[in-house]
Structures are given as C-alpha cells and as structure tokens.
Nanobody, 126 residues
C-alpha cells in the first residue's frame, strides 16, 4: 500500500507559478513510478507528467511540456510539480499517483496507476 497526500494548490492569476507537492508513505517510495494528473469539471482525468523510480526518466504531456517540471526526492518520499506560466485552462483538481513499475514504458494513463491522492484544487483566474 502507498498513501499519497497532495498539497500546494490554490487560487492564482494567469502567468503565475505554483508548486504542488505529494508526500508518500507506506511501500518503499523508490520502487514506484510517480505521475501527476488533473481533472477539470466534466472532463476526463488527464496525464501531465511522470518520473521514473530514481528520477532520471521523465515524460510530459505536450500540453504542459516546457511549463511544468516534475521532480522527486527519494530521501523524503516526495514528488513535486512546478507549474509556471499558468493559464486559465490549467484550472482543475490535480492528483498525484503511484505504481510499482519499471521506468519504461513510462505509464501515462490513469488506468495504469494503482495508488492515488485525494487531489488538490488549482484555480487560475484570467
């Protein structure tokens, strides 16, 4: 079992930056691939980014590549998502997710992930 708790969401203006964090507990963190997803009202849960077990492999959705950066710290069992140049269309509930997996192929769909946090709301006003 892996328990995940997101933090760092909030209300920001377009163009601002925000950093989300996800604290993991339970199973050995370094054995899990970690991902970030988001879900806007009435829409599906979309993949944003994933990072391999030791942090050397990363993959991004085209919609956020260049603006968002995923990172992890296996010393304190956390994964972060740095979000820059935020837009109103980035408004959603953001989730971190975990799966015990090899780094490649990197899981990029919600159905591939086993463990989920409760989500944190990010609202970007224009």
């Amino acid at each position: 079992q892996v328990q995940l708790v997101e933090s760092g969401g909030g209300l920001v203006q377009a163009g601002d930056s925000l950093r989300l964090s996800c604290a993991a507990s339970g199973r050995t963190f370094s054995s899990t691939v970690m991902g970030w997803f988001r879900q806007a009202p009435g829409k599906e849960r979309d993949f944003l980014a994933a990072i391999g077990r030791l942090g050397f492999s990363v993959v991004y959705a085209s919609s956020v590549k260049g603006r968002f950066t995923i990172s992890r710290n296996n010393a304190d069992d956390t994964v972060s998502l740095q979000m820059n140049s935020l837009k109103s269309e980035d408004t959603a509930v953001y989730y971190c997710a975990a799966v015990v997996s090899a780094d490649w192929p990197m899981p990029q769909t919600a159905s591939e992930y086993t463990y989920w946090g409760q989500g944190t709301q990010v609202t970007v006003s224009s």
